[in-house]
């Protein structure tokens, strides 16, 4: 594993695959490369008081086959949010990204993710400040607004759900230097700063803002939040209309390389999200049909077996099997044998002292 490897020259993100805690990282991301050469990966959101002040060396690590590969951060303070984009180019990343889209109210404590669409000032700042100290691409991740809720009972945060304002939002941070940004199409439901109990969400080290206001309604779950309220592509294509010399991907809804194919005529690039963790062998098709790349599709049966010899690496460094073979559970979804596949490796990739044998006895009962 090298997580100093050069960058490369120019990021092509029309097909990326999101940033999910608790999903995206670095096991899954070299699983997916060995599926698409060509799609921007991105990290976990990692927020900076972990990067400055936790275990620096494990969060940025990365296996040199995963470029392009850019790092998401979480957090609102110009100066650290700088420290850690120049951490990012320091050791390789392709790009840093800053979530300005995450509705979970453990993250919202610490003031960033979706809750910064209120404060665009706030962003541009950062943003400036990030790109002064890297010459790797600056990007955000946002959403195309915030309010409360259709059930919230509480003013719980100041909306900002117009067009008007998310045009604003992006028109202060563009002048800040952001040139790309990512929007997952619909709106963030943030009803209240109750903890989120999610255990991805709850290990996020942060410096919590104080808490004021009433703590007896949670408001819906991140999960809700990833499918309400309704997508507004509409919305998307509007900002794309209105803002032509900005980059701008479309997140949200995108299932496959040939949905994220048919928005290319108006996006920039499109970004697909646990879709690609549940049903991964879908990106196979991402190369030939987005890319161009001639190279045959590799098979679900090739990709293991390039696989296996990194898990073994990883098990001699300490790795338990079941850290790494999550991501694979989906890869024979819809052929036969899938559910053996499945249930094989879930039943026995936990079990102390399982090693790659449990891939092979799986493989060889497809």
Known sequence: MDSNTKSTSVVDRRLCVAPMLGWTDRHERFFLRLITRHTLLYTEMITTEALLHGDRKRLLAYHSSEHPVALQLGGNGPRVLAECARLAQEHGYDEVNLNCGCPSQRVRLGGFGACLLAEPE???????????????????????????????????????????????????????????????????????????????????????????????????????????????????????????????????????????????????????GRSAYHHPYRLASAD?????????????????????????????AGVPLGRMTRYILGLFGGQPGAGIWRRTISEQAHRPGAGVEVIRTALGRV
């Not at 619909?186 to 942060?206: E, G, I, M, N, Y």
């Not at 900002?239 to 108006?266: C, Q, R, W, Y």
């Open 288 to 316: 030939g049909l987005i890319f161009a790349d001639p190279h045959p599709v590799p098979s679900r049966r090739e990709i293991i077996e390039h696989f296996i010899p990194y898990v073994e690496k990883q098990l001699a």
């Open 122 to 272: 706030q962003v541009a700042r950062c943003v400036a400040a990030m790109g002064r100290a890297v010459s790797i691409p600056v990007t955000v991740k946002t959403r195309l607004g915030i309010d409360n809720g259709p059930d919230s009972d509480e003013q719980a945060v100041e909306e900002h759900d117009s067009y008007r304002d998310l045009a604003r939002f992006m028109e202060i941070v563009a002048d800040a230097g952001c040139k790309t940004f990512i929007i997952h199409a619909r709106k963030a439901w943030l009803a209240s700063l109750a903890p989120d109990p999610s255990p991805h969400v709850q290990h996020l080290q942060t410096a919590h803002r104080p808490v004021t206001g009433a703590h007896k309604k949670r408001g819906i779950s991140p999960a809700q939040n990833r499918k309400l309220p309704p997508l507004r592509y509409d919305a998307a294509r509007a900002v794309k209309k209105e803002f032509p010399a900005l980059k701008i991907v479309l997140n949200g809804g995108v299932e496959d390389p040939e949905s994220a194919h048919g928005h290319l005529g108006v996006f920039d690039g499109v970004m697909m």
